[in-house]
């Protein structure tokens, strides 16, 4: 829709923003319209590609719900990790925030994503991506413990109210989950600063370089949990792009936890996507749970 001098109606020119959003990104970039909707529409997010008259790149703008915490993990992500990836010229540049709103401005990158893209299947993109993820976890770490965390309790934890909630996981499946779990030890661990979200569909490439985006999932974790969504889908068909990863990465962050890993990752995707009617997904999840309980436990 347009106004009546045909510039975007204001009113609908920055969609799924509520209206002291709308105004802060009016005030920020005046006259703004939406060149894409990039949303997923499965949670409290919006996410636009923006332009505005007189500047020469396309911003990204991102509002939140007061119940999306993805939102704070985003803005701590940008404030205290995302700079040595930026250094690279890997990561946007946050323009704008206003925390109490919740939106912000963030450069959008040149480029396509990798999902989808012939760069997906290129060994090439994995070993950068690896050289990446390398240099974002190791800018610090710290033990669990210092930081009052008691991961993989915590991670046990949630598995369990995943399982105790609904969902379509076999009633003999839950068995076998819940006996690997009490087993599971859950002595303190290291963590490092991740992504948690490290896949290709928040990777951009451009010009054969690579660049990372949305950091809605970053915390403090163990290093090997960002590649627990790599290993049940590039890596799961192709060994040349895990061992490009891993090259790229300088060594293997997987140790003896990875199969307690993988499957509180296949739990929580499988009874996530059940919540949000997300059926693809939740085959997926579906899958990941028969394949980590057909894994041996690393030692």
């Known amino acids: 829709m347009t106004g009546p001098d045909g510039s975007p109606d204001r009113d609908t020119a920055l969609p799924g923003l509520r209206p002291d959003q709308r105004l802060l990104v009016q005030r920020w970039l005046p006259g703004a319209h939406v060149v894409a909707d990039l949303s997923w529409g499965l949670i ?6 923006v332009r ?9 703008v991102k509002a939140c719900g007061p119940g999306n915490h993805h939102f704070s993990r985003e803005l701590d992500a940008y404030r205290h990790w995302v700079g040595p990836l930026r250094h690279l010229g890997a990561a946007p540049v946050l323009h704008h925030v206003d925390d109490d709103a919740r939106v912000l401005v963030a450069e959008f990158l040149p480029g396509e994503l990798v999902q989808g893209n012939d760069s997906e ?8 991506a690896g050289a990446l993820l390398a240099a974002f976890h190791g800018q610090d770490r710290r033990m669990d413990t210092d930081l009052g965390i008691e991961f993989n309790t915590a991670r046990k934890q949630r ?11 076999p009633s003999a499946t839950v068995g076998r989950l819940h006996a690997l779990l009490a087993d599971h030890p859950t002595e303190a661990v290291r963590l490092v600063p991740t992504h948690g979200d490290y896949q290709p569909r928040n990777w951009m490439v451009h010009a054969g370089k690579l660049a990372v985006i949305d950091f809605g999932r970053a915390e403090w974790r163990p290093a090997q949990t960002d590649l627990a969504r790599l290993a049940v889908q590039q890596f799961r068909t192709r060994g040349d792009l895990e061992r490009a990863f891993i090259e790229g990465y300088g060594s293997d962050p997987r140790g003896p936890d990875w199969r307690f890993i993988l499957l509180t990752e296949a739990i929580a995707t499988a009874a996530w996507a059940y919540s949000v009617g997300d ?14 309980l057909a894994l041996s436990p690393r030692r």
Do not use: N
């Open 44 to 49: 409290d997010s919006t996410v636009l590609r």
């Open 279 to 292: 059926e693809a997904f939740e085959a997926q999840g579906h899958r990941m749970i028969d394949d980590a």
């Open 159 to 169: 598995a369990l109210r995943w399982l105790a909630g609904e969902h379509r996981i």
């Open 121 to 128: 299947q290129q060994p090439q993109t994995y070993r950068q």
């Open 52 to 60: 505005t008259p007189g500047i020469a790149e396309d911003v990204i």
